[in-house]
């Protein structure tokens, strides 16, 4: 132990009001030779203006594809420390609550076999364990499971699933992300341990449309809680709001629908117009409450800027109850993973698919009926195409 480097450049990112990662680092380097030899290559590779990892091929646990995500430094003889600075990736609880016992454990087990440092969470939704050697992944996996922990997803494989606290904490859920999050990590354990996809597929589950999971922007399917029927409305407390604020610039204006107004006293909404955006509710939470009737709206499509561009995820059903034992939910996923099995390119996301095949395309095959909460976007051209059977004779 005991390590030092001169490191200038990594110095100025600890400059500024927000923390810095460089600082976290220097607190591990402080206990590991690991952290230490990654400040020197981090700090080489700002010199010389290029990376310094490699792909030195697959590495993991016996009986999993996934749940490792191989690195190697290409100049190991100048930091050693990191000649293998593998990543392992721990599957999250749903809604990421944790204990203070089990982080403890977590911390003393990567402490005893890693670098120390840890990314808590990576947009994979995982616990990210970073820096290992070899050697040490069964040791670290063995050590962990005994626990009752498990490795997460990485490659061509479903993707740890994640979600908000949904129910647990927030009382505008209209689903139980939690549990639903839970089934779908044992029901598809297969899917995630063992890749066999074109690429990688994620689900993300959100209570409400707010989507504090940001689904919609980073899931290949995207679950979304939402209701049927009216918004429920306490009349009283609307008056309350209004002296406490400015109902129409703050809440009707923002209507995306234009489906809210003011008669008197009393806010009226128009709720076959309603988009059930939750912009309104979470504006006068104590005077508006989702209607009763409640299930999730199911997304598809969503990801980062990688193979393509980004892609925002847009609506396959409008409406699907989500309750144990989730047959439909999962009849839907089983159809969606065959069809995208069959004509799908190497590394082709499920939305990049869609997109090179079309939409409608992806509705025929799958025999789903289009409905108006599909359309994405606008028609862009003034033409209108159709198939023989689409004209009713």
Same mark, same amino acid.
């Given at each position: ?28 380097? &402080? ?9 020197? %290559?981090?700090?080489? @590779? ?40 593998? =990543? ?25 076999? &890693? ?8 947009? =994979?939704?995982? %616990?990210?364990? %970073? ?22 997803? @990485? ?70 809680? =939402?209701?049927? &029927? ?44 309603? @988009? ?118």
């Amino acid at each position: 132990m005991g390590k030092k480097y001169e490191t200038p450049l990594l110095d100025e990112l600890k400059k500024g009001a927000f923390p810095s990662f460089v600082t976290e680092m220097e607190k591990a380097a &402080g206990h590991s030779d690991m952290a230490a030899d990654l400040l020197g %290559l981090v700090e080489l @590779s700002f010199k010389e203006k290029q990376t310094h990892w490699k792909h030195g091929g697959i590495v993991g646990v016996r009986g999993y594809g996934g749940g490792v995500i191989g690195r190697y430094s290409d100049i190991p003889e100048k930091f050693p420390g990191v000649a293998h600075f593998h =990543t392992v990736r721990i599957n999250s609880p749903s809604g990421f609550f944790y204990t203070s016992a089990a982080i403890r454990q977590v911390c003393d087990i990567w402490d005893k076999y &890693g670098s120390g440092l840890t990314n808590m969470h990576g947009s =994979t939704g995982d %616990l990210v364990l %970073l820096g290992t050697k070899t050697e040490s992944l069964e040791p670290i996996f063995a050590e962990f499971s005994s626990r009752g922990w498990d490795l997460g997803g @990485s490659g061509s494989a479903m993707r740890t699933p994640s979600c908000c606290v949904g129910k647990a904490r927030c009382e505008w859920a209209n689903i139980d992300t939690m549990h639903l999050t839970n089934d779908i990590t044992h029901h598809f354990q297969d899917e995630m341990h063992r890749p066999a996809f074109p690429y990688k597929f994620k689900f993300k589950v959100a209570g409400c449309a707010v989507d504090c999971i940001a689904s919609i922007a980073r899931a290949d399917m995207s679950i979304i809680g =939402t209701w049927k &029927g009216d918004i429920q409305i306490d009349q009283a407390e609307v008056k309350n709001y209004k002296g406490k604020m400015d109902i129409q610039a703050e809440v009707i204006g923002m209507c995306p629908t234009g489906c809210m107004q003011m008669a008197g006293d009393e806010l009226k909404i128009d709720n076959s117009n309603c @988009s059930r955006c939750m912009h309104c509710l979470a504006r006068m939470p104590k005077a508006l409450r989702p209607g009763k009737e409640q299930g999730a709206t199911i997304l598809l499509g969503s990801k980062a800027p990688i193979v393509t561009g980004a892609l925002m995820s847009w609506v396959i059903v409008p409406f699907m109850k989500m309750e144990p034992p989730y047959e439909e939910f999962y009849e839907l996923v089983g159809k969606i993973w065959e069809w995208w099995d069959e004509n799908g390119k190497n590394r082709e996301r499920i939305g990049e698919l869609i997109e090179r095949v079309s939409f409608p395309r992806f509705l025929k095959d799958l025999n789903i009926t289009p409905v108006a909460a599909m359309v994405k976007e606008p028609r862009r051209d003034p033409f209108f195409f159709w198939s023989e059977e689409d004209i009713k004779r």
